[in-house]
């Protein structure tokens, strides 16, 4: 469904960007697994893509950092020629009250989760106006959509990734570049992991469908908005948690 | 100098798919050759791998008419 296409996922070593890698992975695209810090993961990733038959290379890359996310970009050119799919993804969680929250906490959240979406999305868009196509989504939050307390950084960051997409998807449609997010409910990964047996009793309470979200259900979403199947659709924010927020 | 302003010339007929006499000197982006601003983005990126240079974001911004554009690349090659 995606052979010859190369996609570069961001937070692609753990979690749902892992997932959604080793998915486009599967439907034949080439795919650069982007991480922080973490090389031991992203090398797992990148022998786990191979395996697949399709080509893969790891590039470590701050999202929130010019340089590094044009140096990025290059290796990918450099190494598959074009870019049809950016999955911004990679993101992070400080978590405080309000009240609590140190200004540090807010600028590091914002600064990756949001600014890191902007520096990567301007980066492929040369490449993709040139290539006229394109499709870039963004992984943002259904806490994005709801507010939830502790979290002012990160949902502020998240609710910017919808505008962000938004904005973006009207500024490349003539392009032929296609823009969406998607907003996950509460998904199993390390990131989740962190929060206490009462905190997660809490929030399956308020979960319709009962069960938390594995990273391949959030892959799959992915998989379908990168493929031509979506063809007609950008500038939407989909929501996949289960049924949370309606 | 002629052959910077024809080299940039050829790419605008191209990129805007405007009839070559449209193409002075004086003609502005936007006003004369029905550019909207994404794609005067594009003209300068073609421009700057024609040419082989980086055009900054600020000095992009000033670059309104052909012949403001075909200045800059003078200027930067002379
Ligand atoms: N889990 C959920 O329930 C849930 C719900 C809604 C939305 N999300 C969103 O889904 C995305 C992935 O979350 P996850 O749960 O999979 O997280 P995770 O397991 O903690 O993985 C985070 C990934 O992001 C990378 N990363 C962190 N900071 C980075 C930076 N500055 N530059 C480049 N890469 C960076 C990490 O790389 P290293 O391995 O090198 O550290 C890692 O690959 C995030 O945007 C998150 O906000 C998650």
């Known amino acids: 469904?995606?052979?010859?296409?190369?996609?570069?996922?961001?937070?692609?070593?753990?979690?749902?960007?892992?997932?959604?890698?080793?998915?486009?992975?599967?439907?034949?695209?080439?795919?650069?697994?982007?991480?922080?810090?973490?090389e031991q993961k992203a090398q797992e990733v990148v022998e786990e893509i191979e395996r697949l038959g399709v080509q893969s290379i790891k590039v470590q890359a701050d999202v929130a950092n010019e340089e590094q996310v044009k140096e990025m970009i290059k290796q990918t050119i450099d190494s598959f020629g074009r870019v049809d799919i950016l999955v911004n993804n990679a993101g992070i969680t400080r978590d405080n009250l309000?009240?609590?929250?140190?200004?540090?906490?807010?600028?590091?959240?914002?600064?990756?989760?949001?600014?890191?979406?902007?520096?990567?999305?301007k980066a492929v868009t040369r490449q993709m106006m040139k290539q006229r196509s394109g499709r870039i989504i963004n992984v943002?939050?259904?806490?994005?959509?709801?507010?939830?307390?502790?979290?002012?950084?990160?949902?502020?960051?998240?609710?910017?990734?919808?505008?962000?997409?938004?904005?973006?998807?009207?500024?490349?449609?003539?392009?032929?570049?296609?823009?969406?997010?998607?907003?996950?409910?509460?998904?199993?990964?390390?990131?989740?992991d962190q929060l206490t047996d009462e905190q997660k009793e809490g929030m399956l309470s308020l979960i319709p469908l009962a069960k938390f979200g594995q990273p391949e259900d959030v892959a799959k979403v992915v998989r379908f908005l990168a493929s031509d199947d979506a063809n007609y659709i950008t500038g939407q924010t989909i929501h996949i948690d289960g049924g949370m927020v309606m | 100098m002629a052959d910077v302003f024809d080299r940039v010339k050829e790419i605008i007929v191209?990129?805007?798919?405007?009839?070559?006499?449209?193409?002075?000197?004086?003609?502005?982006?936007?006003?004369?050759?029905?550019?909207?601003?994404?794609?005067?983005?594009?003209l300068v990126m073609e421009l700057e791998d024609e040419f082989d240079m980086e055009i900054a974001d600020e000095e992009a911004e000033k670059i309104n008419t052909v012949g403001d554009a075909v200045d800059y690349i003078n200027n930067l090659q002379g």
Do not use: H, W
Not at chain 1, 10 to 17: A, E, L, N
Not at chain 1, 153 to 166: C, D, E, H, M, P
Not at chain 1, 167 to 179: G, H, W
């Open chain 1, 1 to 38: 469904m995606l052979s010859g296409k190369t996609a570069i996922v961001t937070g692609g070593s753990r979690g749902i960007g892992k997932s959604i890698a080793i998915e486009l992975a599967k439907q034949g695209a080439n795919v650069v697994v982007n991480y922080a810090g973490n």
């Open chain 1, 140 to 192: 943002a939050s259904i806490v994005g959509v709801s507010g939830n307390p502790g979290q002012a950084n990160y949902v502020a960051a998240k609710a910017g990734v919808i505008g962000l997409t938004k904005t973006t998807a009207k500024e490349l449609a003539s392009r032929n570049i296609l823009v969406n997010a998607i907003a996950p409910g509460f998904i199993s990964t390390d990131m989740t």
């Open chain 2, 14 to 42: 191209d990129k805007l798919d405007v009839d070559e006499s449209k193409v002075t000197l004086e003609a502005s982006f936007k006003e004369d050759l029905d550019a909207d601003s994404l794609d005067v983005v594009e």
């Open chain 1, 98 to 121: 309000l009240m609590r929250m140190k200004e540090t906490e807010f600028d590091q959240v914002i600064n990756t989760n949001l600014k890191g979406v902007f520096m990567c999305t």
